[in-house]
Protein backbone atom coordinates (compact mmCIF):
# COMPACT_ATOMS: atom_id res chain seq x y z
CA UNK A 1 0.00 0.00 0.00
CA UNK A 2 3.06 2.97 0.87
CA UNK A 3 4.59 1.58 -2.50
CA UNK A 4 1.49 2.29 -4.53
CA UNK A 5 0.59 5.82 -2.56
CA UNK A 6 4.43 6.29 -3.48
CA UNK A 7 4.28 5.65 -6.55
CA UNK A 8 0.63 7.52 -7.38
CA UNK A 9 1.76 10.49 -4.71
CA UNK A 10 5.16 11.08 -6.57
CA UNK A 11 5.92 12.03 -3.05
CA UNK A 12 9.28 10.98 -0.66
CA UNK A 13 8.73 9.75 3.12
CA UNK A 14 10.82 12.75 4.46
CA UNK A 15 13.72 11.58 6.92
CA UNK A 16 13.93 13.28 10.31
CA UNK A 17 17.08 14.77 8.89
CA UNK A 18 15.94 16.47 5.92
CA UNK A 19 12.52 17.09 8.10
CA UNK A 20 14.94 19.34 10.59
CA UNK A 21 17.12 20.87 7.24
CA UNK A 22 12.87 21.83 6.09
CA UNK A 23 12.47 23.46 9.33
CA UNK A 24 15.54 25.65 10.08
CA UNK A 25 15.13 27.92 7.01
CA UNK A 26 11.57 28.80 8.21
CA UNK A 27 13.27 29.70 11.55
CA UNK A 28 15.56 31.76 9.56
CA UNK A 29 13.13 33.33 7.32
CA UNK A 30 11.41 34.30 10.27
CA UNK A 31 14.62 35.35 12.33
CA UNK A 32 15.39 37.80 8.93
CA UNK A 33 12.15 39.55 8.34
CA UNK A 34 11.82 40.68 12.69
CA UNK A 35 15.28 41.73 12.10
CA UNK A 36 14.66 44.25 9.39
CA UNK A 37 12.28 46.23 11.59
CA UNK A 38 14.56 47.63 13.78
CA UNK A 39 16.08 48.98 10.04
CA UNK A 40 13.12 50.84 9.25
CA UNK A 41 12.58 52.23 12.72
CA UNK A 42 16.56 53.76 12.45
CA UNK A 43 14.81 54.88 8.77
CA UNK A 44 12.26 56.36 10.29
CA UNK A 45 14.28 58.13 13.71
CA UNK A 46 16.27 59.03 10.90
CA UNK A 47 13.89 61.16 8.86
CA UNK A 48 12.05 62.28 11.48
CA UNK A 49 14.46 64.12 13.87
CA UNK A 50 15.50 67.19 14.33
CA UNK A 51 18.33 67.29 11.33
CA UNK A 52 15.98 65.64 9.02
CA UNK A 53 17.22 67.66 6.55
CA UNK A 54 21.31 66.66 6.84
CA UNK A 55 23.02 64.84 4.48
CA UNK A 56 24.04 61.96 6.97
CA UNK A 57 20.40 61.58 8.30
CA UNK A 58 19.64 61.03 4.26
CA UNK A 59 22.23 58.60 4.20
CA UNK A 60 21.85 56.68 7.46
CA UNK A 61 17.47 56.81 6.36
CA UNK A 62 18.50 55.51 2.74
CA UNK A 63 21.22 52.88 3.80
CA UNK A 64 17.94 51.63 7.24
CA UNK A 65 15.47 51.17 4.04
CA UNK A 66 18.11 49.27 1.84
CA UNK A 67 19.38 47.00 4.28
CA UNK A 68 15.62 46.53 5.42
CA UNK A 69 14.36 45.09 1.93
CA UNK A 70 17.76 43.71 1.44
CA UNK A 71 17.01 41.22 4.67
CA UNK A 72 13.09 40.98 3.44
CA UNK A 73 14.69 39.81 0.50
CA UNK A 74 16.78 37.15 1.83
CA UNK A 75 13.68 36.07 3.88
CA UNK A 76 11.74 35.13 1.31
CA UNK A 77 14.42 33.26 -0.66
CA UNK A 78 14.99 31.33 2.63
CA UNK A 79 11.42 30.36 3.18
CA UNK A 80 11.02 30.17 -0.56
CA UNK A 81 13.70 26.98 0.15
CA UNK A 82 12.23 25.66 3.23
CA UNK A 83 9.06 24.93 0.89
CA UNK A 84 11.46 24.00 -1.97
CA UNK A 85 12.75 21.26 0.77
CA UNK A 86 9.62 20.24 2.20
CA UNK A 87 7.74 19.67 -1.03
CA UNK A 88 10.84 17.27 -2.25
CA UNK A 89 9.44 14.72 -4.65
CA UNK A 90 10.78 11.32 -5.18
CA UNK A 91 11.63 11.58 -8.88
CA UNK A 92 12.92 14.93 -10.25
CA UNK A 93 13.59 14.08 -13.39
CA UNK A 94 9.95 13.84 -13.61
CA UNK A 95 9.22 17.55 -12.17
CA UNK A 96 11.90 19.07 -14.07
CA UNK A 97 10.18 17.51 -17.58
CA UNK A 98 6.80 18.85 -15.92
CA UNK A 99 8.27 21.88 -15.09
CA UNK A 100 9.55 22.64 -18.33
CA UNK A 101 6.74 21.48 -20.19
CA UNK A 102 4.64 24.37 -18.10
CA UNK A 103 7.60 26.65 -19.49
CA UNK A 104 6.92 25.57 -22.98
CA UNK A 105 3.16 26.19 -22.62
CA UNK A 106 3.84 29.81 -21.90
CA UNK A 107 6.02 29.61 -24.56
CA UNK A 108 9.49 30.39 -23.00
CA UNK A 109 11.27 27.24 -23.44
CA UNK A 110 12.08 25.66 -27.09
CA UNK A 111 12.38 22.13 -27.27
Known amino acids: MKAKCLRECNRMILPAVVLIIAVLPFYGAAALALSSAPFYIVAVMGMTGGDAGEPVSVAIAGMSVAGG ?15 GIARMESDPIHRIRSHRLRLYNFGAVRF
Do not use: C, E
Not at 69 to 83: C, D, F, H, K, T
Open 69 to 83: ISLLVLAGAAARLAV
